[in-house]
């Protein structure tokens, strides 16, 4: 909350900072949000009506509205006495206990973070879309940013024909309106504010029906339907498992998923609309590097842990990122087996051990741990529960904490009460050691995994780092894959031919740490660019380039017509490459070139001109065109790309 002004009474300061939940409930919210032209520069002129019960007697409310005019500001239709002071609207009134009222007013703004408006200046991809968590949804509609004050949004968005418009809850109605489209959402319960969210863009989808009869709604770009399949892959299978394995059926009106240009993370667990990053949109080949399955099952957790029950604050954030990851790897677990299961926590586990010896780690219920702390360790405490409790105490606990605090929030003293309800006994020491205390319990979650499972077992045995002649024969004889990729990561001179007769991931493993290629493993080596997988293609064109001068120009033109994952990573090697190999004269230089300096321009996604960015530097070509668009970038909303740009024009001086 930020301070109001100092002339206003000590009563109204105490009720800015403090809770306002306190002293009112507001209940709905009708809006109608007006694009009047889809700019960059655009406007929004909009409706807003709210309905609210008075808790406790004062003297004024608020709702959280930044850089917001308003105009016709109404309470029970009678104009209203108001203060806009840029971050607040604040309604003064004689307020009483008990009391049910009705604000409406009309209001304008150019959001300047939360909503985001791309691609109207060049000709790139045409969007509207919103982020609220971490940038605060009252940077574009009125709301309030407490996360324990919920409220039932019905949005209606008017919007120019050819576009569609994802927001929460159901499409009630879409009506033509003198080439505009009026779309009309209904909720049916509330929400935390940040969970309020909308996508505007070039849309076909692809549905689905859950098997309890919850409507799936998979949005993607008309260009990208070949990509549906891979990229919503095990969807309504996720969506399956998770209802029957948290034992509370999902408790909105439908599902609906939309990738967006240049988001700012992974994905957003919007209330019944999750937005998430185009650049999980694969094709089958990108499937096999990076694929959307587990940001996808991350989501979808958040309905249940995140958006259903919601943590009072970040000192219980633990509570949504510790439960999606957990239940998250729990679907994949459904999908990919145990060993990847187990070989996933183990991983976690080593993580949260570096992170401690660092000197970083923290309490799970430090408001200021790490991403690690509470998606990682939070996901470790539930594993460990489980283990302790058993899995029906764990189930019904989980299904009766939902039920007890649905649509409402959390702390974590309130599921662990909930656990120790079903269990029968107290928690309390398991809780100081795996929740309370600053270290993360190393020791005890290896012997978890340890009894758990065999395939960690062999993976810790398996170490080459101190040479043996035992690591010679894992590559021969039968290890799991992950096992053989440490060894080759420790030794890659022990990559035989026969090594390359593995799976994908183990090839990938040998393009990644063979750099040096022998004579004897080049015809093997020269058959990784045939691989479904862009990251090896990617680092077996680039070591054969190196190590075979003679032979540059066969692996240009047989990787010419690759371009790899929406980055366009083999493309932006191949040019790099091919503009370093003078005696290949088979393409225009200079259009090449020119093809990568455009790829800096905002018109392309963020990933793709960071690459090209990195390329044009590394070979000192960053000519003036590049040094204007990388200026540009600094001002761009993605924050990675900004402190790319940054950095890189402080290196460039």
């Known amino acids: 909350m930020k301070r109001v002004l100092d002339y206003f009474c000590l009563f109204f300061i105490s009720l800015s900072f403090g809770q306002q939940t306190n002293f009112v409930d507001f209940k709905h919210v009708d809006a109608l949000i007006v694009f009047n032209q889809l700019a960059v520069d655009s ?134 309106n003198a080439g505009y489209f009026l779309w009309e959402y209904n909720m049916e319960h509330s929400m935390s504010s940040y969970l309020v969210a909308v996508a505007i863009g070039k849309y076909n989808k692809k549905e689905e029906v859950s098997k309890s009869g919850i409507p799936l709604k998979y949005y993607y770009y008309p260009e990208d339907s070949l990509k549906v399949e891979p990229t919503y892959r095990y969807s309504k299978k996720m969506f399956d498992f998770l209802e029957a394995e948290i034992g509370f059926t999902y408790p909105w009106q439908n599902y609906k998923q939309v990738p967006v240009h240049d988001f700012l993370y992974a994905g957003m667990e919007n209330t019944s609309a999750t937005i998430f990053s185009d650049a999980f949109v694969v094709d089958a080949i990108g499937f096999n590097d990076k694929n959307y399955v587990n940001v996808n099952a991350h989501e979808l957790a958040h309905q249940w842990f995140g958006d259903l029950v919601t943590a ?30 187990y070989f996933k926590l183990y991983e976690s586990m080593i993580e949260l051990s570096r992170q401690d010896l660092s000197g970083n780690g923290t309490s799970l219920l430090n408001p200021k741990s790490s991403s690690l702390t509470f998606y990682q360790r939070g996901a470790w405490v539930l594993h460990a529960l489980r283990k302790r ?86 590559l021969k004889y039968y290890v799991s894959d992950e096992a053989k990729v440490k060894v080759i990561s420790q030794a890659p001179e022990l990559v035989t ?4 007769k593995n799976s994908l991931k183990v090839r990938q493993a040998i393009a990644q740490y063979v750099t040096k290629i ?52 083999i493309r932006l090697l191949w040019i790099a490459l091919n503009l370093n190999t003078p005696f290949y004269q088979t393409d225009n230089k200079q259009a090449l070139f020119q093809e990568l300096v455009d790829y800096t ?40 790309l900004v402190k790319f740009a940054k950095e890189l024009s402080e290196k460039l001086k």
Request: net charge negative.
């Open 43 to 176: 406007t929004t002129y909009n409706s807003y009506d709210i309905d609210f019960e008075i808790l406790n007697k004062t003297d004024s409310i608020y709702l959280d509205a930044v850089n917001m005019k308003f105009k016709h500001v109404a309470l029970n239709n009678i104009a209203a006495k108001f203060k806009n002071d840029g971050k607040k609207l604040i309604i003064y009134n004689d307020f009483e206990k008990g009391e049910n009222h009705k604000l409406n007013f009309i209001f304008f703004n150019a959001p300047k973070k939360a909503m985001y408006f791309l691609g109207w200046e060049n000709e790139g991809r045409n969007q509207i879309w919103t982020q609220g968590q971490g940038k605060y949804t009252s940077n574009w509609l009125p709301s309030i940013d407490d996360v324990n004050d919920k409220i039932e949004f019905d949005l209606k968005f008017l919007v120019p024909n050819g576009y569609e418009v994802i927001s929460n809850g159901r499409l009630k109605s879409k009506s033509d």
């Open 312 to 341: 009072t604050s970040s000192e219980h954030h633990w509570l949504q990122e510790g439960f999606a990851t957990y239940y998250a790897l729990l679907a994949e677990r459904d999908i990919f087996g145990d060993d990847y299961f």
């Open 389 to 474: 409790v058993g899995d029906v105490v764990f189930k019904k606990a989980v299904k009766n904490y939902l039920e007890r605090y649905k649509f409402g929030t959390v702390e974590t003293d309130d599921f662990i009460t909930e656990v120790e309800r079903v269990f029968g006994r107290s928690l309390t020491a398991f809780v100081n050691l795996w929740v309370v205390k600053k270290a993360f319990p190393y020791e005890k979650a290896f012997e978890i995994l340890k009894a758990q499972s065999t395939f960690i077992n062999e993976y810790e045995q398996v170490d080459c780092q101190a040479k043996t002649s035992k690591c010679a024969d894992y």
């Open 497 to 500: 031919v026969d090594v390359f």
């Open 518 to 569: 022998p004579e004897s493993l080049k015809t093997d080596y020269e058959s990784l660019l045939d691989d479904k997988s862009y990251i090896t293609i990617e680092k077996a064109l680039y070591n054969l380039w190196v190590n075979f001068p003679e032979e540059r120009a066969k692996y240009l033109s047989k990787s010419r017509n690759i371009v790899g994952f929406s980055d366009k990573n």
């Open 601 to 640: 321009n905002e018109k392309y996604n963020a990933d793709l001109r960071r690459n090209a960015f990195q390329y044009l530097s590394m070979m000192q070509s960053c000519n003036e065109e590049c040094q204007s668009n990388l200026e540009n970038a600094k001002s761009h909303h993605n924050w990675r």
